[in-house]
């Protein structure tokens, strides 16, 4: 398979903050791969690495093996931005052909507003869609060119349940097609319906890069929480298969790959235990798990 | 797919310059304000002047019409070039159009080229309806040769306002820029003689105006009427430095707004 987007040993810096750390990602063609992280976590700084937007301090980025800044390899790429703009007295339709001249074999016009959903919007000036619409004109110039691969930065952010599920669906399709698609989202949600793969990102480095399930397995099996019939301390839970325990007064939060055999000697070491309630983790936890340990290795 | 298969292709300049300008066009026809003041206000300013002074100008009238044809002329071509340029560019940055297209394969250069066709475009109908009023109402008369020099001598003589403009359009934020425009273009018209002959203001004044852009820039359509007063050769270095001086100073802020956002 053909390296679509690269980066090797990454770095970042404005200033005085290091905002890529060192990322080693490499993202193959037709991948569908979801950068995750919170807020100021670095995915940004990274889709713009990707795009040649901004040049790593240390280290390479790569587009279908070119320098990301390359005419060739940009007439590769459709981007959809978390902050950008265009003239808003053009009509969705001229701004679809504005951007398709950008391109060396564009899809017709009426495909890209079709792709977007926006056939009714087609003659409106940019400046007078709502939220949404205009969101889903940002996609319609990404895929306009008929490019390989789409880089879309938060590309969900703002909308509602059902803009937001119009906007997934346009994404699987183009999916379909064989195109790489690399978003960013700090929705789990959304990289677990989405993506194949997801690259969790957090304070600057890649903190995991696996599929959604590998991530959610990765991580102890079941959240467990109860309240007891005394304070709780940490030394209470000695010896027992837990994980990420959280303790306040009588109540315990802690995450257990084997919840059974925690609650059975619980039991027998004479604790009366009230509000139990043993759920999946789903991938929010895993997430917060992975983090956290980063956070650990951060401050260690 | 094998790396062997991947095919770099890029689009044709010509169709990225020509969709690129006519985006420019139409987005700006469609924001009345700043066309009118653009198209409309220097044959206004013509028929104002012309109007109080023509009727004092005596025998001399006709030669009155010429020399404010070309003053007027080269503040209309002028105006639409700052102001394009500095509240245009102000503006795109401002609504951070520049981000999305940075992302895209349209090369800076191109997009460059196509704000200056655009605005010579515009210029070139300001100076049309500048022309219908002064031929027609104003009587002014103009052999189609001596036009045809005194329109090509505006629009090419116009580059050190382009300079301008892009170095207001990349220095100032959008709600500044019209502001930053109007200070620095308006004081600049009037000390370089566009309203008032230089040499019917103070002498002072008219030390400074002899070293500004504009002052220099209007020689070459008066030199087509037989008004100048200093030679073509000499008009036309002072612009060419111009132009190097003004252009520098636009790519120095282009530089420092970029480094910001792009480095």
Redesign the interface.
């Known amino acids: ?2 390296k679509v987007v690269e980066l090797i040993d990454a770095h970042k810096r404005y200033g005085s903050v290091e905002a890529v750390k060192g990322v080693s990602v490499a993202i193959e ?2 991948e569908l791969v979801a950068m995750l992280g919170p807020n100021g976590a670095g995915k940004t700084t990274c889709i713009s690495l990707m ?1 040649g ?3 790593p301090s240390s280290g390479q980025a790569k587009l ?3 320098a990301p800044t390359d ?7 459709g ?1 959809m ?1 978390q ?8 009509k969705v339709k ?2 679809v ?9 564009p899809l017709p016009a009426e495909r890209a507003i079709g792709m977007a959903g926006l056939e009714e919007q087609a003659d409106r ?1 940019a400046q007078k869609l709502s939220g949404g619409q205009l969101q889903r004109l ?1 996609f319609a ?1 990404a895929v306009c ?1 008929d490019p ?1 691969v789409i ?1 879309l930065d938060e590309p969900t952010v703002g909308l509602d349940v059902e803009a937001r599920r119009a906007f997934l669906e346009s994404i699987r399709s183009f999916a379909g097609e064989g195109k790489t698609i690399i978003l960013t989202t700090h929705y789990l949600e959304e990289a677990d319906q989405l993506a194949e793969r997801v690259v969790v990102i957090d304070r600057g480095v890649v903190v995991a890069d696996a599929s959604p399930a590998e991530i959610k397995s990765r991580v102890l099996g079941r959240r467990v929480s109860f309240t007891a019939d005394r304070p709780l301390s940490d030394a209470d839970f000695e010896g027992l298969p837990y994980q990420n325990l959280e303790v306040e007064g009588n109540r315990a939060r802690l995450l257990s790959n084997a919840p059974e055999a925690l609650l059975r000697e619980l039991f027998r070491r004479g604790y009366d235990i009230r509000d139990l309630q043993v759920v999946g983790a789903d991938l929010e936890e895993a997430f917060l798990d992975l983090t956290r340990h980063a956070e650990k290795e951060t401050v260690a | ?3 062997a ?2 095919t ?4 044709p300049v010509p ?2 310059l ?3 300008t006519r ?2 066009l ?2 700006r026809l ?2 009345p304000a700043f066309s009118v003041l653009s198209i409309v206000l220097p044959t206004m300013f013509f028929a104002l002047f012309y109007g109080i002074f023509s009727g004092q100008a005596g025998s001399h009238a006709a030669e009155f019409g010429k020399y404010i044809l070309a003053t007027y002329g080269t503040y209309a071509v002028a105006n639409v070039m700052v102001f394009n340029f500095g509240i245009g560019i102000a503006n ?1 940055r401002g ?3 520049d ?2 297209q ?6 800076g250069w191109v997009a460059t080229l196509a704000q200056v066709i655009f605005s010579l475009v515009f210029a070139l109908l300001a100076l049309i309806v500048l022309y219908a009023y002064a031929f027609t109402v104003g009587g002014v008369r103009l052999d189609p040769g001596a036009l045809v020099g005194f329109t090509l001598r505006l629009l090419l003589g116009s580059f050190p306002m382009m300079g301008l403009g892009m170095a207001i359009g990349y220095s100032t934020s959008a709600n500044a820029a019209p502001a930053v425009t109007n200070l620095i273009y308006l004081p600049m018209s009037f000390i370089s003689g566009i309203f008032i002959p230089l040499s019917q203001l103070p002498s002072g004044i008219q030390t400074v105006g002899k070293l500004l852009p504009l002052y220099h820039y209007s020689q070459l359509p008066l030199e087509t009427v037989g008004q100048n007063t200093e030679s073509l050769g000499t008009a036309a270095l002072w612009l060419i430095g111009w132009t190097v001086v003004l252009f520098a100073l636009g790519l120095r802020f282009y530089r420092m707004d970029a480094s910001k ?3």
Request: net charge positive.
């Open positions: 398979m053909e063609q037709g795009l937007l901004r040049k279908f093996g070119l005419r060739r390899a940009r007439s590769l790429c981007v931005l902050e950008s703009g265009v003239p808003g007295t053009l001229e701004l052909d504005l951007f398709r001249s950008y391109y060396p074999n000036q940002y110039l060119g390989q880089f | 797919m094998s790396a298969t991947t770099f292709q890029v689009a169709r990225m020509w969709a690129e985006a420019k139409l987005s469609r924001s795109e609504q951070k159009q981000l999305l940075r992302a895209t394969p349209l090369p956002k792009f480095s």
